[in-house]
């Protein structure tokens, strides 16, 4: 069974760089054909898609964030990380880790709940 979590910070201070890191389970991030994506629900919003890397190690990244987000991986950990840089209260939001095959979000981590606050 693939499981996803998230961790990382539940409190960051404005300007500051917020780091989440999703570990995976049950499979590995290199298995052809994955993408793995961070997406973020602020209170009272839609979800927001932020980016993804592939098994390949290649990545996307949302345009309204791109000059903030840094997305990567580590394969001996198996593990995935986003880092968004200059936070402001903006950023607070329900951070998920997706494992995505052939455009279907399939498993969701649990999420992570990151306040930008002073």
């Known amino acids: 069974q693939v499981q996803l979590q998230e961790s990382g910070p539940g409190l960051v201070k404005p300007s500051q760089t917020l780091s989440l890191t999703c570990t995976v389970s049950g499979g590995s991030i290199t298995t052809n054909s994955f993408y793995w994506h961070w997406i973020r629900q602020s209170p009272g919003e839609g979800l927001e898609w932020m980016g993804c890397i592939g098994s390949s190690g290649d990545i996307a990244n949302s345009p309204s964030l791109k000059s903030r987000i840094s997305i990567s991986r580590d394969t001996f950990k198996n593990q995935c990380t986003l880092q968004l840089s200059s936070v402001t209260p903006e950023d607070t939001a329900v951070y998920y880790c997706?494992?995505?095959?052939?455009?279907?979000?399939?498993?969701w981590g649990q999420g992570t709940q990151v306040s930008v606050s002073s």
């Open positions: 997706i494992r995505e095959r052939g455009a279907l979000f399939e498993y």
